[in-house]
C-alpha cells in the first residue's frame, strides 16, 4: 500500500507487500571480533515476527576463543551456543545481594545481608560511605572485612553489589543497586531502562536445595516491558556441593540463582506477548537432602555437576633469638569442589500467530566420565536435535535438524556436524580435533585453563609453578607446567564451513602474542600496571580466513596484529596485544618485629578453574589490519588499556589488624589480596578508527569515532568496598555511558580529500539521541532535532501523562530539520487515548510543514480515526479528506481488504465477522469451492460487488508465516502467488493462472533444476464426509469384536482430476483405513464364564458361597443355589441362596450359618446364571 508523504516522510504504510526472492545466505563475509581476535560467527536458523516489533530470531554462535578441558559441550556442541530469548546473569562480589542474612547473629557470607537486601533497609550518603565514616559502617570483628550500618544490628549489610549482565531484544549491558537503593544502568546502545526488583526474592539464608521465585522485570525506552525468571524452571541456580560429590547432598547448602531467563515480553503498542515456556522440573525439594535416585534420573536433564581443584602450598622460616636455630614447615594442599547446577531447557515460544519448538535428545556420553566412584548428579548431558515454526494450526512453517559427532578418543567431545534446514541442503562443519582429548579435570593446563598437555613435566604433577622470589616482592617461574601450547589450545576449533549454496569458509589460527601486559611489580607498588613484555598467552586467534564461492577461492584475508602495519615494512612484528590477566600465583614477605622474630613466609595457591570460562578475554588488540588478497587492506584501531586505563584509586582503609612497619615489603603484605582500580571497560573494545588502503598501500578512505568525553561523567558512581591483605579499599564502580559523540569521515583522491563530520548529543537521563548534526565537504550544516515525552517543550501535548504512566521515553513526537540556524522543515505526532485507540496509546495526528514556522493544524497530514483492539488501524483519513478502512484477518495479523472513500462504521458488522471468520479457518491456497482460502476470496468478491461505485477495495489472502498468496486490486483483477517446499517464492500469475515469472533456485556453479512446475493454485476437489461402522476383526479365533463407527473428514483426499475421483479415492481410503481404525479403538468381546466353589466348616456350621465370572464387562449377574444337607437326626434338609454378581465385578462371596446341620453337604445351582 502506497504511504503518504512529505519530501521523504512516510506517514503511514501497510505492511502488505509483493513477496521478494530474499531467502538466500550469503556465503563467506565471515565478521570477526577484531579487538579480540575471534571469528564471529552466526547462522541464523529461525525468525519470526510479532506485528510491528522486531523478529524474534533463532541462531546459533561460535566461541573461537580455544579448548578449555573443563568446559562442557553444550546443548549445541563444543564452542556452539545456542542465541536466543534473552538472560540475565550475574556476578556475585561477596555475599549475594538477594541474601536476607542477620548479622546480629553469625557472621560470615550467610549471615550477612546481601547489598539489595540492605539497602531496601537503610541507605547512606555516598560520599560517607566511599570516604569510610564510622557512621555508615565498621569492620566485622575478628576479621578484616567492612560492613555498612551498625555494628550489632541486623539491619547491617554487605558493602559490595553484585554484577548483573543482561542480553535481551538486540539490548546488552549491566546495572548494579548503587549506595541510594536505585538500580544503575549501563546500555550497549542509546536506551533508557528501567529496572523493577519489586518481586526480586530476598533469599533467607537458612533456606536449602532451591531458591523462593524471582523475577526482575526490565522496561525499554518503548514501554515494551521483559519479565526474567519468577518460577524456578526459569531460574539457574547452583549448590555448592563442597568435596563430596558421590553421595547425597550434605549439611545445609544454600542456592545462589546465576541465571534468570527471559520468560514474557508485553508490547505496549497493543500489548501483545511472547511467551517463552522452559520445561518444568520435579526436583523441588526432592534431589537436596532426601534426593531420591529415581526423582534425580527423573529430572536428569536438569542437572550439572561442575567441579574444580584449589592447591595451596605454604613455607615458613622462623630464626629465634633464644634457642639460636632455624625452623623450615611447608604444607601443600590440593582440595577438589564441587557444585550442582540445576539448568533452565528452553521448550518453546509463542507469539500471536507462530509457536517456535526446540526438541531435545539425551548426548552420548558423560562428561565427568572418570570421576574415581559414581556421583548420583553424574548425568549425560541432552542436545538440541530438532526446532521448528508452526502456525497456531500447528502446520510446520520450517524446521532446523541438527546432527552431532563424538571425536576425541576416549575422553571424547560432542561436535556440531551438520545443520540442515527445510527444504535446503545443509550446513556441514569440520574440526580440527586429536584423537586424544583430555579428561575434564586434567591438570595440564595453562594459566587461563587452555589445554597445554603439560602435566607431569619434570615430574610436577599440580597446578602451581616453581617460582623465585626477589626481596622486593617480585617473582619469577622457574617451571613451565602452566605455559601455553598453541598446539593443544587450538584442539578442537573450527577449520571449515561449507554452507548450503555448495561454497565454503576455512579458518587458521595461530597463537595469541602480546607486548604488553597488566601485572602488579614492586616498581609500580604492587598495583596493576602495564608492563612492556613479550609472551604467549593461551587460546586461539583468528589469522587467515579463505572463503570460497563453489568456483573460486575468491576471498583471502589475514589478520596482523601489530603496531602501526604496513606492508611497506614487513620487518614490523610488534604486537599490539595487552594481556590482561597475568597470574600470580604466590606472595613473599619478611617480618621483623625489631624484637629479634624475624618470618619469612611464601603463599602460594591455584585452582583448575580457568579465568577464560567465566570471565572477559584475558587478551585485547588495539591494532589490527584485515588485509585481502586483491583489495589492500583496512586497518582498524580500538580504545584498549593503553589508550583508555582504569583510574588509579587509592582510597583506602586500614584494618589496624597489623603493623605494616614490620613487613618487608609492607605494600604486598598490605594488598596482595589485590588492590584495584576504578573500572572502564565499559569504553573499551570500541573502534576509534578505520583505515582503507588500495593494494598500492594508497589511503582511499579514513573513519574517525569519538564517544562520551564530558569530564563530568566520572560523577556517576556507585560505591564497592572489599578487603584486600591488611587494608579495605572503596572503589568507584561507574554507570555513565560511552555511546557514540562524533565520526569524521574522509575519502582521499588525487591529492585532495573531502570531510563530512557527524555529531550525536545525547541527553545525559534518558540517553534519547536529542541531536544529530552533519558539516558535509562544502562546509554546510544540517541539523535534526527530536523532542520526546519527557522533555518539556512536549509538555502540553495530549494524553503526555500516558507517556510516563507506561515508562515510554524513547518515542520522538518531534523532529525538526535546520540548515545552518534556519529551520527547514518540522513534523509532530500526537497521541490518542481513548474508545478511538480501543484504550490503547497509539498515534491519533501527524502534522509537517516546511519553513520556520511552528505546524499548525492546517499542517495536518494524516489522521488515525480507529484502531482495533490489537493497535492495526481501522481507518485513516490523508490530507485530501478521502478515509480508508482496512478490515485485519487471520487473527487480526494481516489486511485482508482496503476500502478507499468509505468509514469503517459504514461496513456492517455481520460482513466483517464473516470475513474474519473464514480468513481464521484459511489452511490452503487452492482454487476448489471448498477451499478455505477460495472460501475467503468469493466472499470478498461478495462484498466488493456490495459496495457503491465510490469505493474501492483491494483485497489481500496469505499462508500465514510465509507471504501472501493473491492480491485483487480495484479493478477486481488478481495476481496470484506460490511457494516451493522451503517457502520460498515459485510463481507469480496472472487472474487467468498463467505464469508471469517463475523462480527457480541454485548456487553458483551448479546446474539450474527448473523441472518442478507442481501448482497449488488449481482446482483442487475434495472427497466428501464419509461414516460408517466397522467391526475389530483381529480378536483371535472364536473371539468376536466389538463393532465402532468411523468418521472420515471431508477433503481427506484430493484429486484434480473429477470431484467423482475424489469420492472415489475417498471411498477406497475409507474402506482402508476403517478397518484398521476398528482393530485399533475396538474391543475384543471375550466369552463370559460363571464359576463357583464353596467351603463348610462343621465346627461352625459355616458355609462360604464364592462366584466368579471370567470377565470384568459383563451385566449383573444372579446366582440361585441349592444346598442339600443332613440334620443330626439325619433328616435331609434344603435351603436356596441367591447371590448378585454386580456389574464390573469379576468376583464375590457370602457366608451363612446351616442351622442344626450334622451330615454331608452339597451346593447346586438351580438353573443358569441370570
Not at 573461537?64 to 553444550?74: Q, T
Not at 442344626?1156 to 446364571?1169: I, K, N
Request: proline share 4%; glycine share 8%.
Amino acid at each position: 500500500m502506497r504511504g503518504f508523504k512529505v519530501g521523504e516522510s512516510i506517514y503511514y504504510q501497510l505492511n502488505a507487500k509483493t513477496p521478494g526472492v530474499t531467502d538466500f545466505v550469503k556465503y563467506g563475509n565471515t565478521a570477526t571480533q577484531l579487538y579480540t581476535g575471534a571469528i564471529d560467527l552466526q547462522i541464523p536458523l529461525i525468525s519470526a515476527s510479532q506485528k510491528n516489533q522486531n523478529p524474534i530470531n533463532v541462531s546459533i554462535a561460535y566461541n573461537s576463543s580455544g579448548f578449555l578441558p573443563a568446559k562442557r559441550s553444550g546443548l549445541v556442541g563444543l564452542n556452539w551456543f545456542l542465541n536466543v530469548g534473552g538472560a540475565i546473569t550475574r556476578e556475585v562480589r561477596n555475599t549475594p545481594d538477594d541474601n536476607y542474612g542477620t548479622p546480629q547473629d553469625e557472621f560470615g557470607t550467610y549471615g550477612t545481608n546481601g547489598f539489595i537486601v540492605g539497602t531496601k533497609k537503610n541507605t547512606y550518603p555516598i560520599d560517607d560511605v566511599y570516604s569510610f565514616k564510622s557512621s555508615t559502617g565498621y569492620i566485622i570483628p575478628d576479621t578484616s572485612s567492612w560492613s555498612i550500618g551498625v555494628l550489632n544490628n541486623d539491619d547491617a549489610y554487605e558493602p559490595a553489589p553484585d554484577i548483573f549482565s543482561f542480553n535481551f531484544n538486540g539490548i546488552s549491558g549491566k546495572f548494579f543497586m548503587g549506595n541510594d537503593g536505585q538500580v544503575k544502568v549501563v546500555t550497549n546502545a542509546p536506551n533508557y531502562l528501567k529496572v523493577d526488583l519489586t518481586k526480586f526474592a530476598m533469599q533467607e539464608f537458612v533456606n536449602t536445595c532451591y531458591p523462593k521465585e524471582s523475577e526482575i522485570k526490565i522496561t525499554d525506552n518503548l514501554g515494551n516491558q521483559y519479565f526474567f525468571g519468577g518460577t524456578l524452571n526459569n531460574l539457574e541456580f547452583t549448590i555448592l556441593l563442597g568435596s563430596q560429590y558421590s553421595g547425597k547432598i550434605q549439611g545445609t547448602p544454600r542456592p545462589i540463582i546465576t541465571s534468570w531467563f527471559l520468560r514474557k515480553i508485553i508490547y505496549a503498542e497493543n500489548n501483545s506477548e511472547i511467551n517463552f515456556t522452559y520445561r518444568e522440573d520435579t526436583l523441588q525439594g526432592n534431589y537436596c537432602l532426601a534426593a531420591s535416585l529415581a526423582s534425580l534420573r527423573n529430572n536428569k536433564p536438569f542437572i550439572a555437576l561442575n567441579g574444580y581443584t584449589d592447591e595451596s602450598r605454604s613455607s615458613s622460616f622462623n630464626q629465634l633469638c633464644c634457642v639460636g636455630g632455624t625452623e623450615q614447615s611447608t604444607g601443600i594442599r590440593s582440595s577438589p569442589s564441587y557444585e550442582l547446577q540445576k539448568k533452565a531447557i528452553l521448550d518453546k515460544i509463542e507469539g500471536d500467530d507462530f509457536i517456535i519448538n526446540f526438541n531435545y535428545g539425551e548426548q552420548e556420553y558423560l562428561f565427568n566420565k572418570n570421576l574415581l566412584d559414581g556421583s548420583i548428579f553424574e548425568f549425560k548431558d541432552v542436545e538440541l536435535d530438532n526446532i521448528n515454526l508452526t502456525d497456531k494450526k500447528n502446520n510446520i512453517i520450517n524446521n532446523i535438524d541438527f546432527i552431532y559427532q563424538y571425536m576425541g578418543g576416549a575422553n571424547n567431545r560432542m561436535f556440531l556436524s551438520t545443520v540442515t534446514e527445510l527444504g535446503k541442503k545443509p550446513y556441514t562443519f569440520e574440526y580440527d580435533v586429536t584423537d586424544d582429548l583430555p579428561d575434564p579435570n586434567t591438570k595440564g593446563i595453562d594459566y587461563w585453563g587452555f589445554w597445554n598437555g603439560l602435566d607431569g613435566q619434570n615430574g610436577q604433577y599440580g597446578f602451581i609453578p616453581n617460582m623465585t622470589y626477589n626481596a622486593n616482592g617480585d617473582f619469577t617461574y622457574t617451571t613451565n607446567v602452566r605455559e601455553p601450547v598453541f598446539s593443544k589450545s587450538k584442539q578442537g576449533l573450527l577449520s571449515k564451513v561449507t554452507y548450503p549454496t555448495g561454497g565454503n569458509t576455512k579458518f587458521e589460527y595461530q597463537a595469541h602474542l602480546y607486548s604488553k601486559r597488566l601485572e602488579r611489580t614492586s616498581s609500580n607498588n604492587f598495583n596493576p600496571a602495564l608492563v612492556t613484555v613479550s609472551g604467549t598467552a593461551g587460546g586461539a586467534r583468528i589469522w587467515k580466513i579463505t572463503d570460497f564461492d563453489g568456483v573460486n577461492s575468491s576471498n583471502i584475508r589475514e589478520f596482523k596484529y601489530i603496531k602501526n602495519y604496513s606492508p611497506a615494512t614487513p620487518a614490523n612484528t610488534l604486537s599490539s596485544g595487552i594481556l590482561l590477566q597475568w597470574p600470580r600465583y604466590g606472595t613473599y614477605w619478611k617480618i621483623d618485629n625489631g624484637k629479634g622474630l624475624i618470618s619469612e613466609q611464601a603463599r602460594v595457591s591455584s585452582t583448575s578453574f580457568g579465568k577464560a570460562i567465566t570471565e572477559n578475554t584475558m587478551i585485547t588488540y588495539g591494532e589490527v589490519a584485515e588485509v585481502t588478497s586483491t583489495n589492500g587492506y583496512v586497518l582498524s584501531k580500538f580504545k584498549d588499556y593503553e589508550s583508555t586505563p582504569d583510574i588509579s584509586n587509592n582510597n583506602t582503609k586500614d584494618t589496624g589488624k597489623y603493623d605494616p612497619s614490620f613487613v618487608t615489603p609492607a605494600r604486598l603484605y598490605e594488598n596482595f589480596v589485590g588492590l584495584f582500580f576504578d573500572d572502564r571497560s565499559i569504553e573499551r573494545g570500541k573502534i576509534i578508527s578505520k583505515k582503507i588502503f588500495d593494494n598500492s598501500n594508497n589511503l582511499l578512505t579514513e573513519e574517525l569515532f569519538s564517544y562520551n568525553d564530558d569530564v563530568n561523567r566520572f560523577n556517576n558512581y556507585s560505591v564497592s568496598i572489599h578487603g584486600t591483605g591488611l587494608l579495605l579499599q572503596a572503589n568507584k564502580v561507574y554507570f555513565y555511558n560511552d555511546y557514540l559523540s562524533q565520526k569524521v569521515t574522509k575519502t582521499y583522491a588525487n591529492s585532495s580529500s573531502l570531510s563530512t563530520t557527524e555529531n550525536n548529543t545525547y541527553n545525559s537521563l534518558t540517553n534519547n539521541l536529542i541531536s544529530k548534526t552533519l558539516l558535509n565537504s562544502i562546509g554546510e550544516k544540517l541539523e535534526t532535532k527530536y523532542f520526546y515525552p519527557g522533555d518539556s517543550q512536549m509538555s502540553g501535548e495530549p494524553n503526555i501523562n500516558i507517556f510516563a504512566l507506561k515508562g515510554i521515553t524513547g518515542i520522538p513526537l518531534k523532529t525538526q530539520e535546520f540548515k545552518g540556524l534556519e529551520k527547514i522543515s518540522e513534523q509532530k505526532t500526537q497521541y490518542g487515548y481513548d474508545t478511538s485507540t480501543s484504550s490503547l496509546l497509539a498515534r491519533k495526528y501527524i502534522y509537517a510543514n516546511k519553513g520556520v514556522s511552528d505546524v499548525a493544524l492546517a499542517d495536518k497530514k494524516i489522521t488515525f480515526d480507529k484502531y482495533d483492539d490489537k493497535g492495526n488501524v481501522l481507518q485513516y483519513t490523508p490530507e485530501g479528506g478521502i478515509p480508508v478502512s482496512i478490515i485485519w484477518g487471520y487473527n487480526k495479523t494481516q489486511p485482508i481488504a482496503k476500502i478507499e472513500n468509505m468509514l469503517y462504521s459504514s461496513i456492517p458488522a455481520t460482513t466483517i465477522t464473516n470475513l474474519q471468520t473464514l480468513s481464521n479457518a484459511d489452511n490452503d491456497n487452492c482454487l476448489s469451492s471448498d477451499c478455505g482460502e477460495q472460501q475467503l476470496r468469493e466472499a470478498l468478491k461478495t462484498f466488493r460487488n456490495s459496495l457503491p461505485a465510490t469505493a474501492f477495495l483491494t483485497t489481500y489472502t496469505y499462508n500465514p508465516l510465509v507471504g501472501i498468496t493473491s492480491i485483487t486490486d480495484t479493478k477486481g483483477i488478481a495476481a496470484y502467488y506460490e511457494y516451493d517446499t522451503a517457502k520460498r517464492l515459485k510463481f507469480v500469475k496472472d487472474k487467468d493462472l498463467n505464469v508471469l515469472q517463475k523462480y527457480c533456485y541454485n548456487y553458483k556453479g551448479q546446474q539450474v533444476d527448473c523441472t518442478d512446475n507442481t501448482s497449488s493454485s488449481i482446482i483442487l476437489y475434495k472427497s466428501i464426509s464419509r461414516s460408517g461402522p466397522f467391526t475389530r476383526s483381529n480378536c483371535g479365533p472364536g473371539v468376536p469384536g466389538s463393532t465402532v463407527t468411523y468418521n472420515q473428514a471431508a477433503g481427506a483426499v484430493t484429486s484434480v482430476i473429477s470431484q467423482a475421483d475424489a469420492d472415489a479415492q475417498g471411498l477406497t481410503k475409507f474402506n482402508t483405513d476403517g478397518p484398521v481404525y476398528a482393530n485399533t479403538i475396538g474391543v475384543c468381546i471375550l466369552p463370559i464364564v460363571y464359576t463357583y466353589d464353596y467351603t463348610f466348616s462343621a465346627a461352625s456350621n459355616s458355609m462360604t458361597i464364592r462366584v466368579y465370572c471370567s470377565v470384568a464387562n459383563h451385566p449383573n449377574a444372579t446366582f440361585n443355589f441349592i444346598i442339600n444337607y443332613e440334620s443330626k437326626a439325619n433328616k435331609p434338609l434344603t435351603l436356596r441362596k441367591s447371590i448378585v454378581l454386580a456389574a464390573g465385578q469379576v468376583s464375590g462371596s457370602e457366608t451363612f450359618t446351616l442351622s442344626a446341620a450334622e451330615g454331608s453337604e452339597s451346593v447346586d445351582l438351580s438353573g443358569p446364571v441370570q
